[in-house]
């Protein structure tokens, strides 16, 4: 990388890199944009055609593995992605340290029980076969 | 820390002294605003997923919790909301791609970083009205 000119020469004979977790918030929210792309053009298009349908139509759509299983794709990374930005959001412009991490916490039980009841239901759809 | 014991706290600005520039002073260039509307979308994309999450349970839950979901969804409120939703999408997703082509180097150019600015708000309006009106018109198809 070119950052490596940046570092000490005692950094670099160790060549531990980071103490904490590095890249890997960085990463994972790009990962998470990256497949974004394909699932939230496939999200749009099935939310604009089966919000407005009766109960029996949306049941039956994602009672079907080939929308059960984007559907499922499309729940986990964007609550992922969700935590992550918000994450930084809070980080940025929370300074109280208290009141950091509480809301830090407080976005990851967030993200976590709006993507389990989601994920939830779209399996018992699943499941149940309309 | 903000509570060291030591530490002098915020005092009030003396008169007649310089304040460093914030918010309300800059000017407002069409990639700041992006970079903003980014982050607002997000936040609002946030919130949506409430909305996604009731209407996945509603469904899951059988025709009697759906029909509050889908009357809600049928006010004009309801369908203000849903394009709200939707632009927001649609701004942040296109956005969200040109983060990551800068992300591999592409576009930091003035010109093109506000050009594509620019794009972004055009297209992300573009791309959520004609799909909303594909989806009113699917919509009507069904019956509802």
């Given at each position: 990388m070119s950052v490596g000119h940046l570092r000490t020469p005692l950094a670099k004979i160790e060549g531990?890199?980071?103490?904490?977790?590095?890249t890997l918030h960085f990463w994972h929210q790009r990962m998470t944009a990256v497949a974004l792309v394909p699932l939230s053009i496939w999200f749009v298009a099935s939310a604009l055609a089966?919000?407005?349908?009766p109960q029996g139509a949306v049941a039956a759509y994602f009672s079907q593995p080939v929308n059960a299983v984007p559907m499922f794709l499309f729940i986990l990374a964007s609550t992922y992605h969700m935590s992550l930005g918000v994450q930084i959001i809070i980080e940025d412009y929370f300074h109280n340290e208290g009141q950091k991490i509480a809301l830090l916490m407080l976005n990851r039980f967030a993200a976590w029980a709006i993507g389990a009841a989601s994920a939830f239901a779209l399996v018992k759809m699943a499941l149940s076969g309309q | 820390m903000a509570d060291a014991p030591n530490s002098p706290g915020p005092r009030p600005r003396p008169f007649g002294r310089p304040l460093s520039p914030h918010l309300q002073i800059y000017r407002w260039p069409i990639t700041m605003a992006a970079s903003i509307t980014h982050r607002a979308t997000g936040i609002a994309l946030a919130a949506g997923t409430l909305l996604l999450c009731w209407w996945l349970i509603a469904a899951a839950s059988g025709p009697d919790s759906y029909a509050l979901f889908a009357g809600v969804a049928a006010n004009p409120l309801g369908e203000i909301v849903l394009f709200g939703f939707l632009w927001s999408l649609c701004f942040h997703l296109l956005n969200g791609i040109r983060h990551l082509a800068w992300d591999v180097g592409?576009?930091?150019?003035v010109p093109t970083a506000k050009l594509t600015a620019a794009l972004v708000y055009v297209g992300s309006l573009l791309l959520a009205a004609g799909a909303f009106a594909i989806g009113l018109m699917v919509r009507g198809g069904l019956g509802t």
């Open positions: 531990l890199g980071s103490a904490r977790t590095g089966y919000v407005g349908a | 592409y576009g930091f150019k």
